[in-house]
């Protein structure tokens, strides 16, 4: 299970934490991942971070002004974003690693995602 929290309403240029609680057998060792999704498009990946929190990718848009992270002492994962644009106005997703299927970003196959917390810029 993946619980994300944080979202909420803020102006541009300004910054939020966003944060996902997953309750999943042996969380340290798969990738995790940020994804998102407007109105009437595709849910995309944004961010991933492997298992040991070193390495991260992220796309374009947020390159610069995102950072992903993780807390495996706590089954946790983290989105801090900094100088929010308009378009990053969106329903923001969790997302843990499968083996089977799933959305390929990062060196990771995503699989499953939380319920989404909302961010309006």
């Known amino acids: 299970q993946l619980v994300e929290s944080g979202g909420g309403s803020v102006q541009a240029g300004g910054s939020l934490r966003l944060s996902c609680a997953a309750s999943?057998?042996?969380?340290?060792?798969?990738?995790m991942g940020w994804f998102r999704q407007t109105p009437g498009k595709a849910r995309e990946a944004i961010a991933a971070?492997?298992?040991?929190?070193?390495?991260?990718t992220y796309t374009d848009a947020i390159q610069g002004r995102f950072t992903v992270s993780r807390d495996n002492a706590k089954n946790a994962l983290y989105l801090e974003m900094t100088n929010l644009k308009p378009e990053d106005t969106a329903k923001y997703y969790c997302?843990?690693?499968?083996?089977?299927?799933?959305?390929?970003?990062?060196?990771?196959?995503?699989?499953?995602w939380g319920q989404g917390t909302q961010v309006t810029v």
């Open positions: 971070i492997d298992s040991d929190g070193i390495l991260a």
């Open positions: 997302s843990s690693e499968t083996v089977v299927g799933g959305v390929r970003f990062g060196g990771c196959l995503f699989g499953y």
């Open positions: 999943r057998y042996s969380y340290s060792t798969y990738c």
